[in-house]
């Protein structure tokens, strides 16, 4: 059984610029979940992918932005970067038929904004 | 809204002390509580479910609906239980969101 995976681990961008995350799912699980973690909080939920097409979102603006692949992989995407956008990234992938809130992590990526 | 509320941001309790973390949530409904565990360079982990009554590494965690807490207890700490603990709550219809804790960190001092 493969895990969560993430890249890349480390990532310096210039304010104004965009950014792209990616992610590839724990074997078998259908469903992407994305997160910030800003530093001393609790992860904040972006949004969700399944099948394809964003399913649910968080109190994000819309340049942030994602894409799932036919292989359940998924991309995070983050246009016009803005300092507080500095956080570690979290991936997590789950089965929409398994129990909600049974998530399985990436390792993050973290985004420094300059 | 559903909201989870960590008190505490840092607990050091000594080696063989008991340990409770804190958890109060909001939430119209009935609610499925999770903890989390983050230890040092490791990924973010699923550490127990309320739903399923269970003991995991001597930890448990008992609902309280009167109180809307659900804290994470374990008799006699261990050195190995430093890390850094999120109370979470899912959304139970609809897409899997879920709402983390701010955490607390735990310090076992040996």
């Known amino acids: 059984e493969t895990g969560v995976t993430q890249s890349p681990t480390h990532l310096i961008k210039t304010r104004g610029q965009q950014v792209t995350l990616r992610c590839s799912s724990q074997s078998g699980h259908n469903t992407v979940s994305w997160y910030q973690q800003a530093l001393g909080q609790g992860p904040q939920f972006i949004f969700q992918?399944?099948?394809?097409?964003?399913?649910g979102r968080g109190n994000f603006p819309p340049r942030f932005s994602g894409l799932q692949f036919p292989n359940y992989s998924s991309e995070l995407n983050v246009n016009a970067l803005e300092l507080d956008d500095s956080a570690l990234y979290l991936c997590?992938?789950?089965?929409?038929?398994?129990?909600?809130?049974?998530?399985?992590f990436g390792p993050g990526t973290r985004l420094t904004v300059t | 809204a559903q909201r989870v509320t960590q008190p505490e941001k840092l607990l050091s309790v000594f080696k063989g002390a008991p340990v409770e973390l804190k958890c109060n949530y909001s939430y119209s409904g009935s609610p499925e509580l999770f903890w989390y565990v983050q230890y040092s360079r490791q990924r973010l982990q699923l550490l127990l479910r309320h739903i399923s009554r269970e003991s995991i590494k001597g930890f448990t965690a008992d609902l309280n609906k009167g109180e809307t807490s659900f804290h994470l207890k374990k008799p006699f700490a261990q050195e190995e239980d430093s890390a850094m603990y999120y109370c979470?709550?899912?959304?139970?219809?609809?897409?899997?969101?879920?709402?983390f804790g701010i955490g607390t960190k735990l310090q076992v001092i040996p």
């Open positions: 997590a992938s789950s089965l929409t038929s398994g129990r909600a809130g049974e998530q399985y």
């Open positions: 992918y399944y099948r394809e097409e964003e399913n």
């Open positions: 979470a709550l899912p959304r139970k219809r609809g897409y899997q969101k879920v709402t």
